[in-house]
């Protein structure tokens, strides 16, 4: 006869629990204490540096249901690496507490990224008898700023930007509540007693409603620089063709398009032709930018997004963006900087630096510690491909794989991001800009500190790109010149999807880009990497043409055509775009370089062969932002196996040779008769995604590897990504691709990561 089982006479046991993961600041322990008393439980819960920490006294059964439950259920924002458990002895305790937080120095604790504001603290700043109604910094443990607001771990309002701030009776008591929504939820704040804001010119504009003023502006056609959670941002009305023209004009910025921030989802749907996955990330938790494709009858200015058949779109993340925008409102939303500069995140430095580009700031009062730009995603194949990672997903870490020494990983120069990593967990810093300039080494070594301090991580060994000119390797060589491993460019971009994906089995790693620099101190961009973790090599590579120039063939596609042109011995036609669009004294110092080599590097850059192209189908013959060309020719049509070009693979001894010879002269041929750049574009994807097939099944043949990665800024193209994989899956390919960090230099870091395990 089975005995039933009495709680009343179960022996006590005591056990410690310690929960890691994203487990701080996301109302944790809250959960935990309801959790723990509903079960009658005694003894503590805490967060120290390693996570949660929680203590557990009564019956073994019943602490056996209390980590059940709390794993299949935790807070929404939370997110359980591990529960490990430990047996202790009882201590007669009768209650259950939530104990202060303990510091340790040794351990790892995950820092929530910063969070979108919740369905609940929504309502209630909608409601008008609530008393944070209309109040911009409502937040509660389910929502708000972490990572930019926190300097030091545990996250704990002293340690966080707040701190400033003294909780009024009625927000301490929310905040001291175990039952409330706002138990310990350290941006916690109300119009009593939190941050605020106002409008600032020369003076501080003295106005009653600061919404309805700043929306005034907007409607008369202003530019106003936004305070946010990452940094500003500079707004204007985004159907207003004056107002996006001024803003242009200020930013020195020609061409490059601005993202827009849309009030709704309905709003969003009469700009924009959206697919069910791309909706779901607008709505998603991280809220980022989308890039979408712009619908026919969009009502937007065509300054927007020149030349580009997507327009980022994001929806609003903070409660001030909630207020601001109204149904139908669209506002360009772009970070507010110079050009190359990280963008703007102190009052003090939006008073000195954009008062010369917004009209009218509005600001508050609580600080930002780190900047942190928004996100940009796109949609391929169906998954998310990430063009920027920054808000919303950093400072969360990719897991590795293969466990790391502590390791820094500084990147490389263009769209900066670096890694730091220990173990199995990589955390990827938010986006820091382009490396050109001092003041983003400045925001670059900040955002270092800021990492080291929160995950308490010194690195033991630190990786940075070959290129000897990049501002990121230099930093490295300067700091840490003692413990300094130099990896390849191309080499990192293939295992940085190999990291992400876990893999580390041998691939065949298309590893196509703009520029890198390469073993033999030429420019790469168009390599076959072939390898494991331990031994990647370069098994292929793009034929190779001329850099005319150096830099200038970058700036200006033209130059980098007639190089292509002359590479393939073809003439440069009076008819051909590059050809009219040069003076005839350019042309004959150009003919001079290419005939010498003087002033010029060879490249076997694929990026540059993109360019190439598209201004000989007349696309763009000048940049003013990397990846113009390639992002014109991509905007004009889909990859078209109708009439494609074809590349010529040499194979010798030592690598394979993907020729552009034949496509260059198809591409001259297409142009003279006229044949349309739609047309053109369709025919070259088509082309570079069969070569791409082509080569894998060459290199099957001898190497037997079966699985194939793709990586390196060319990929961001997404008719190019889905046509490859298409054409390689079908042939019996496993393709890796990016989903986690950006296929283009913003994922360099991981890659460098994933190489310091090399045997
Ligand atoms: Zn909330
Ligand atoms: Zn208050
Ligand atoms: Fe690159």
Redesign the pocket.
């Known amino acids: 006869m089975a005995s039933q089982v009495n709680d009343e006479t179960a022996p006590v046991t005591r056990q410690r629990l310690r929960v890691t993961g994203v487990v701080q600041g996301v109302g944790f322990r809250p959960t935990v204490y309801q959790l723990a008393t509903s079960l009658d439980l005694a003894g503590c819960v805490g967060n120290d540096s390693a996570g949660v920490f929680i203590e557990l006294e009564g019956p073994a059964a019943a602490i056996d249901e209390f980590v059940l439950r709390l794993q299949a259920d935790p807070p929404p924002l939370a997110h359980i690496d591990s529960v490990t458990r430990r047996v202790m002895s009882p201590q007669g305790e009768t209650k259950f507490v939530i104990v202060e937080s303990r510091s340790d120095s040794s351990a790892t604790t995950l820092v929530s990224p910063d969070l979108e504001v919740c369905d609940d603290c929504l309502a209630e700043m909608n409601d008008p008898d609530d008393r944070r109604y209309r109040y911009p910094f409502i937040n509660c443990t389910n929502c708000g700023p972490r990572f930019t607001i926190t300097k030091s771990t545990p996250y704990d309002r002293p340690f966080t930007t707040m701190a400033s701030f003294v909780m009024c009776e009625l927000c301490q008591s929310e905040y001291d509540d175990p039952a409330d929504r706002r138990f310990h939820a350290q941006p916690n704040a109300c119009p009593d007693c939190g941050p605020r804001i106002w409008l600032e010119r020369d003076a501080v504009v003295p106005v009653d409603d600061v919404v309805a003023a700043t929306r005034d502006l907007i409607a008369n056609g202003e530019v106003v620089a936004i305070k946010g959670i990452g940094g500003f941002h500079l707004a204007c009305d985004a159907r207003n063709a004056e107002a996006v023209a001024i803003m242009r004009a200020r930013k020195h910025r020609t061409a490059k398009p601005f993202a827009v921030m849309a009030a709704d989802m309905a709003t969003v749907e009469t700009i924009a032709n959206l697919a069910s996955a791309e909706r779901d990330l607008l709505k998603s938790p991280q809220r980022p930018i989308v890039l979408v494709e712009e619908s026919t009858g969009s009502d937007l200015v065509a300054g927007i997004a020149p030349g580009n058949s997507r327009i980022g779109v994001m929806l609003p993340y903070t409660p001030l963006h909630h207020l601001l925008l109204e149904p139908g409102d669209v506002w360009v939303m772009t970070s507010a900087n110079y050009a190359s500069e990280p963008i703007v995140k102190s009052n003090r430095e939006a008073r000195a630096k954009l008062s010369e580009l917004a009209d009218t700031l509005l600001l508050h009062d609580r600080s930002i510690h780190v900047h942190c730009d928004d996100s940009v995603v796109r949609i391929a194949a169906g998954e998310e491909l990430p063009i920027r990672r920054s808000r919303g997903f950093a400072p969360f870490p990719v897991r590795l794989a293969r466990s790391v020494p502590p390791t820094l990983a500084v990147g490389?120069e263009?769209k900066a991001t670096f890694c730091l990593a220990d173990g199995t967990n990589a955390f990827m810093s938010q986006h820091i800009g382009d490396m050109e300039n001092l003041e983003t080494l400045d925001a670059f070594t900040a955002a270092v500190a800021h990492m080291v301090e929160l995950f308490r991580i010194e690195p033991e060994t630190v990786v940075a790109d070959l290129h000897p000119r990049y501002l990121s390797t230099r930093w490295a060589q300067e700091h840490y010149s003692d413990r300094l491993i130099l990896v390849q460019?191309?080499h990192a971009?293939i295992a940085s999807v190999m990291a992400e994906h876990g893999h580390t089995d041998p691939v065949i790693g298309f590893?196509f880009?703009?520029?890198?620099y390469g073993d033999d101190g030429t420019i790469w961009?168009g390599e076959v990497i072939v390898g494991d973790l331990d031994d990647l090599h370069r098994a292929g590579r793009l034929g190779t043409a001329l850099l005319v120039g150096g830099d200038a063939a970058v700036k200006r596609p033209y130059r980098m055509a007639l190089s292509h042109l002359w590479a393939a011995g073809i003439g440069w036609d009076e008819r051909l775009p590059p050809v009219t669009h040069s003076s005839e004294e350019e042309r004959r110092i150009i003919r001079q370089q290419l005939e010498t080599g003087l002033n010029s590097v060879e490249t076997t850059s694929m990026g540059r062969l993109f360019d190439a192209v598209a201004s000989i189908a007349g696309v763009c013959q000048e940049i003013s932002y990397e990846g113009q060309a390639a992002i014109e020719l991509e905007a004009l049509g889909t990859a078209d196996a109708e009439g494609r070009y074809r590349f010529d693979l040499i194979s010798d001894d030592e690598a394979l040779i993907i020729d552009p010879g034949a496509v260059v002269a198809a591409v001259a041929g297409d142009v003279a008769a006229g044949v349309p750049a739609s047309v053109i574009s369709g025919r070259f994807h088509a082309a570079v995604a069969a070569v791409i097939v082509a080569a894998a099944e060459h290199l099957r043949r001898r190497y037997h590897i079966g699985t194939v990665a793709l990586s390196?800024?060319v990929f961001q193209n997404v008719t190019l990504l889905e046509s490859a994989k298409k054409g390689l899956e079908e042939v019996g390919f496993a393709v890796l691709t990016h989903r986690l960090v950006p296929p283009?230099?913003g994922g360099?870091a991981l890659g460098q990561i994933a190489l310091v395990g090399r045997r």
Do not use: K
């Not at 880009?513 to 890198?516: A, E, F, K, S």
């Open positions: 490389g263009l460019h191309h971009h590893s880009d703009g520029t890198g961009g390196g800024g283009n230099d360099l």
